[in-house]
C-alpha cells in the first residue's frame, strides 16, 4: 500500500493486512441473480394478489398498518431488483496515472487517534500516478498533528470557527488549494498505489464530476459488530453499487472519492447544512449535470465500527441525514432514474417502522385477540407468504455473492429503533449534529446501546408466554411462533452489546485459518 510492512505490523493496524474482498462478481452470479429477479416478481405477485383481497380485512386499522408496511417492502424489493439487474461487468478505461496532474488529497480529522491518522497520511504522501499535494485538516487543533503533518511533509490546515463540521472543514481547504482534482479520504482510510491509475482515467470524460471507490472495512474480523457491519457495506459496495453506477446513479460516499475541482466549484463546494453531506453534494451535483461512476476496485483500506455504540452513532448519523434529504431529492430537477434511485437509499431509513409493525402483530393479537388478516388459515398466509419471503431473501444472498450473513441481516433488524428515532426526530425538525464515528470499539458491555431493542424483546417474551398458557389453537400458536422468530432475530443482533468485546488480531485469525485447512 505504498508503504514497507511486516507481517508482524498486520496486528498494530489490520489496514496493512491483505485484502479480502472480491468485488467484482462472476457472470454466473450475474445471470442466477437476473432469474432470481423473474422468479421473485412471480411470487411477489402471488402473495400480493392473495393478500389485499377485501376479504381479507380483519381489523381495519391492523390491516392497513400490515399491507402499508408490506408495500413500503415491496417497493424496494423492486428498486433492489431494479440496480442488481444492471449488476453486469463494465469495460474501464486503459489504467495509468499522470505524474503531471495535481491532485490536493483532503484528510479532515477532529479527535481520531493518532496513529490511525498517521498510517493515512504516510500512505498519502508516498501515492504515485499524480503530482500531491496532501493537507491534514485539524479541527481538533493540536500540535501533535502539525508535527506529525509536517514530518511526512504535508500541510497542515487549521481554522478558527469549526462551523459546518467536516463539510466546513473541507470547504475552507478548498478555498486554500486550487489542484483541478480533488481526493477526499477519511483519515482512517489508507489509500493504496493502485488509487490513481485506476481512478483518474475516468476524468478523461470531461462530464464526469466525481469517481466514487468502495469503503472496505479491513478491520472486519475484529470483532462481532465489524463482521456484521462489513457484511452490510459489502451488499451495498457490491451489487447495489455496481448497479447504481450501472445507471449513472453512484452518489459519493465522503471518502476514497475524487471530484472534479470545477464541478465542487460550480455547486458552491461542500453543503454544510446536512450531516450528510455528500449525499446531498451528490444530488446538486447530478442536479447540475455532472456524471458520477463508480469503481469497484478496493483502492483504500479503512476501519469500520468495532462496537455497539459505534455502530449506533454511525447508522444514527446517516439515517438522520439521509431522510432530511428527502424533500431535497423530491424538488431536483433530476431525471427520473437519478431521483429514484436516490429516493430508495434514502428512504431505506425508514424499514425499522416496517419492523416495527411486523414485531407488533403478534403482540397485539396474543394480548388483545385483535388481528389484520380475516377468512384466512394460518397454513394459507404461510403457503403464500413463506415462498415469496424466502426467495426475497435467497436473491439478497445471490446477488451478493455470499458477502451478506446471517449475522449482518439480525443487526440490521434490530437497529429498527435507529430508524424510527431518525424519522420522528425529523418530523420533529430537531437539530442533529455530526458526530464523528469512534475508531476503535470499548472493552465493556454496552446494552444501553441496544436499550430499545431489549424493551421490544421483553414485549415479545411477555407475548409468547402468554399465548402458550391462553390457548394452543393454530392461529395462537402462528402469533406465538413469529413473535419467538423475531426474539430470535433480535437476540442475535443484539448479543455483541451484551457480550464482553473479544478482540480478533489479524494474525490470530490467519493462525486459525491456517489450522482448519
Known amino acids: 500500500m505504498g508503504i514497507r510492512v511486516s507481517p508482524e505490523d498486520f496486528d498494530a493496524d489490520p489496514r496493512l493486512a491483505p485484502v479480502r474482498w472480491e468485488p467484482c462478481p462472476g457472470r454466473g452470479v450475474v445471470r442466477r441473480a437476473r432469474l432470481l429477479v423473474v422468479v421473485n416478481l412471480a411470487l411477489a405477485i402471488w402473495y400480493f394478489g392473495w393478500l389485499v383481497r377485501p376479504e381479507r380485512i380483519g381489523s381495519p386499522a391492523l390491516f392497513a398498518l400490515l399491507v402499508l408496511a408490506e408495500m413500503f417492502n415491496m417497493v424496494h424489493a423492486l428498486g433492489f431488483w431494479w440496480t442488481v439487474s444492471h449488476d453486469r461487468p463494465s469495460e474501464p478505461p486503459e489504467r495509468g496515472g499522470d505524474p503531471s496532474v495535481d491532485v490536493d488529497v483532503l484528510i479532515p480529522v477532529y479527535n481520531e487517534p493518532l496513529d490511525i491518522v498517521e498510517l493515512t497520511i504516510a500512505a498519502a504522501t508516498k501515492l504515485p500516478g499524480a503530482k500531491v499535494r496532501v493537507s491534514v485538516l485539524d479541527d481538533g487543533r493540536r500540535k501533535a498533528l502539525a508535527a506529525l503533518a509536517v514530518r511526512y511533509g504535508a500541510a497542515y490546515v487549521r481554522r478558527g470557527v469549526n462551523t459546518g463540521a467536516k463539510a466546513g472543514n473541507l470547504n475552507h481547504a478548498l478555498a486554500r488549494t486550487q489542484a483541478p482534482f480533488v481526493l477526499v479520504l477519511d483519515c482512517d482510510h489508507m489509500p493504496g498505489p493502485s488509487l490513481f491509475p485506476v481512478m483518474l482515467p475516468y476524468f478523461h470524460d470531461p462530464g464526469v464530476g466525481f469517481v466514487q471507490a468502495p469503503q472496505y472495512y479491513a478491520n472486519a474480523h475484529s470483532s462481532a459488530v465489524a463482521r456484521a457491519a462489513w457484511a452490510q457495506q459489502a451488499l451495498f459496495f457490491g451489487p447495489i453499487a455496481r448497479g447504481k453506477g450501472r445507471m449513472g446513479a453512484m452518489f459519493c460516499c465522503g471518502t476514497n472519492v475524487i471530484f472534479r475541482r470545477s464541478a465542487l466549484d460550480e455547486v458552491g463546494g461542500f453543503p454544510e447544512d446536512s450531516i450528510t453531506e455528500d449525499f446531498e453534494l451528490s444530488v446538486a451535483l447530478h442536479e447540475r449535470g455532472w456524471r458520477s461512476v463508480y469503481v469497484s476496485e478496493v483502492v483504500a483500506r479503512g476501519l469500520g465500527p468495532e462496537d455497539m455504540a459505534s455502530y449506533v452513532s454511525q447508522q444514527r448519523r446517516w439515517a438522520r441525514g439521509c431522510l432530511s434529504t428527502l424533500p431535497r431529492v423530491v424538488r431536483a430537477r433530476l431525471p427520473w432514474k437519478l ?81 424510527v428515532c431518525a424519522s420522528l426526530s425529523m418530523l420533529r425538525r430537531g437539530s442533529a449534529r455530526f458526530v464523528v464515528t469512534p475508531k476503535r470499539g470499548g472493552d465493556r458491555r454496552q446494552p444501553r446501546a441496544v436499550g430499545p431493542a431489549l424493551f421490544v424483546m421483553a414485549l415479545l417474551g411477555v407475548a409468547v408466554v402468554v399465548g402458550l398458557l391462553h390457548a394452543w389453537t393454530p392461529a395462537t400458536l402462528n402469533n406465538v411462533s413469529f413473535a419467538a422468530l423475531h426474539l430470535l432475530v433480535l437476540g442475535n443482533g443484539v448479543t455483541p452489546a451484551l457480550r464482553k468485546p473479544v478482540r480478533v488480531t489479524t494474525r490470530a485469525r490467519a493462525s486459525a485459518e491456517r489450522e482448519a485447512a
Not at 367 to 372: D, I, K, S, V
Not at 389 to 397: E, G, I, N, R
Open 339 to 419: 431521483r429514484a434511485q436516490y429516493l430508495l437509499s434514502a428512504t431505506y431509513f425508514l424499514s425499522g417502522w416496517t419492523v416495527l409493525v411486523y414485531m407488533t402483530l403478534p403482540v397485539v393479537r396474543i394480548l388483545t385477540g385483535a388481528q389484520p388478516l380475516a377468512g384466512a388459515s394460518s397454513d394459507q398466509f404461510l403457503l403464500h407468504f413463506a415462498p415469496y419471503f424466502s426467495a426475497a431473501l435467497l436473491m439478497v444472498a445471490t446477488a451478493g455473492a455470499g458477502s451478506y450473513t446471517y449475522s449482518a441481516f439480525c443487526l440490521a433488524v434490530a437497529s429498527f429503533w435507529i430508524h
